[in-house]
């Protein structure tokens, strides 16, 4: 057999045993659902419900497994002793029990072995047998026990992990096709011989006595005491007596891993939740804020308007009063022209009405300035406002200083001015009277507190 003839048994003979290993149903399973793999290439299981997941083996299409759960469109399985994932749309569930689940993959198996591996390896022995007899048309076999071991090596491998098996395989393959090429030297066998199913000198008996045709590789020897070939290590196979508790602890095991991932995503749903509530009492804080902000704002809107209102206001009040004084101004200006008075003599007149009548009514003030002025017009005395206030002996504040300590300090208030200019535009609440004192009897017009005569 050439190299590529080597090459292809290698390839089948492992993907053989994978075959064997991940198309069977547990026959030792809690009793479930039975589920058929639906698929044209083997189907990968997955270590989780993710396609990106560890492979942990391949399932052959037409193949029966346990369904263990459902999650998300993906398929909880056991395979054999592997419990993995596929997707929900590669499998068909059925109505058959567990023990017809196992019988249906038993004949898979026979079909995998009887048949299809068959045709592709009398393909490769074809071109190995050309070949050989172009140099001398001769095969030989040797070491006749040592396919059968292979065989009983593979199928010790049911219960194991697909991965492991398979290497296993390929490794055994690989010993077997190094050995292939003395194989021409002993014995010549034909095509017609292969194809009539003629049992192969020193290539033992499979599924039931019938040989897979076209299996010429010289195999390695048997370890004495293992019956292993060697350098091949012995797959020990599971154990027959796997009870229903060991796996219900599998699957309680498995329950138990996935409500710890319930409550984690639980938990960072809360987490997320709480994070939610915290961003939007954050919000809620900040629309406060410039709620707040927006009040102060309208506040000081209002502060600024009222401020400029009681500045308007004060302006205005500001305005009236220059008006009024304006007012007061010409018309004490008019008042003192036609009295042919100055404004030293509306001064003083103002202080010693302050002087001798500072405490009286209104009425009181202007009748004290009228006396002067009456007396300004009297033939009998002065006929200024000057020489009447300090005529010698004629007003008491003259003569005890008082009236030069006003004018010093300038005492008299609004209203005396408004009285001696009262006074000078003509106003005579007392008539004619020229005299006013004190009241203590004397006859006369009373007003406050002096008596006017």
């Not at 419990?83 to 017809?100: A, H, M, R, Y």
């Not at 055994?172 to 003629?198: Q, R, S, V």
């Not at 305005?319 to 042919?340: D, N, W």
């Not at 002065?382 to 300038?410: H, M, W």
Request: charged share 25%.
């Amino acid at each position: 057999m050439d190299t590529e003839g080597r090459k292809r048994f290698r390839l089948i003979a492992g993907a053989l045993i994978a075959a064997m290993l991940l198309c069977g149903v547990s026959e030792t399973a809690v009793a479930g659902r039975i589920g058929l793999i639906d698929t044209k290439e083997p189907l990968a299981i997955f270590s989780s419900a993710d396609d990106t997941s560890e492979v942990l083996g391949k399932a052959v299409s037409g193949a029966h497994v346990n369904i263990l759960m459902r999650e998300d469109g993906w398929v909880q399985i056991l395979a054999g002793t592997v419990i993995g994932w596929i997707p929900e749309e590669n499998l068909k569930e059925t109505e058959l029990t567990v023990e017809e689940a196992a019988k249906a993959n038993r004949e898979i198996m026979a079909d995998l072995t009887g048949e299809e591996i068959a045709e592709v390896i009398f393909a490769a022995g074809e071109e190995s047998t050309e070949g050989e007899n172009a140099v001398g048309k001769e095969n030989t076999v040797e070491k006749e026990n040592t396919a059968e071991e292979n065989e009983e090596g593979a199928f010790a491998a049911e219960g194991e992990d697909a991965g492991e098996i398979s290497a296993a395989g390929e490794d055994t393959a690989e010993k077997a096709g190094a050995a292939g090429d003395e194989a021409a030297e002993e014995k010549n066998i034909t095509k017609e011989e292969i194809a009539e199913g003629m049992p192969l000198e020193g290539v033992p008996a499979m599924n039931g006595g019938e040989n897979v045709t076209g299996i010429l590789q010289e195999l390695p020897a048997e370890d004495a005491e293992t019956g292993t070939p060697e350098g091949v290590e012995e797959i020990q196979p599971p154990e027959e007596n796997m009870t229903e508790e060991l796996l219900a602890a599998q699957a309680a095991e498995l329950l138990l891993q996935q409500e710890a991932q319930r409550q984690a995503a639980e938990l960072l749903l809360q987490q997320q939740e709480a994070q939610r509530q915290a961003a939007e009492l954050l919000l809620q804080q900040e629309a406060q804020r410039q709620a707040a902000e927006l009040l102060l704002q309208q506040q000081e809107a209002q502060r600024q308007a009222a401020e400029l209102l009681l500045q308007q206001q004060e302006a205005q009040r500001q305005a009236e009063e220059l008006l009024r004084q304006q007012q007061e101004e010409t018309l004490r200006q008019s008042v003192l022209e036609a009295a042919g008075a100055t404004e030293d003599d509306l001064y003083l007149l103002a202080n010693i009405i302050y002087c001798e009548a500072g405490c009286e009514s209104y009425d009181g003030k202007v009748a004290v300035g009228s006396v002067v002025m009456n007396r300004v017009k009297d033939a009998g005395y002065p006929n200024t406002i000057q020489e009447v206030v300090y005529d010698a002996g004629q007003f008491s504040p003259v003569r005890n200083g008082s009236l030069k300590r006003a004018l010093k300090r300038s005492r008299a208030d609004e209203s005396c001015y408004q009285a001696a200019l009262d006074a000078l535009s003509g106003s005579r609440p007392v008539g004619e009277c020229l005299y006013f004192r004190r009241v203590n009897g004397r006859s006369g017009l009373v007003l406050g507190h002096h008596v006017f005569y």
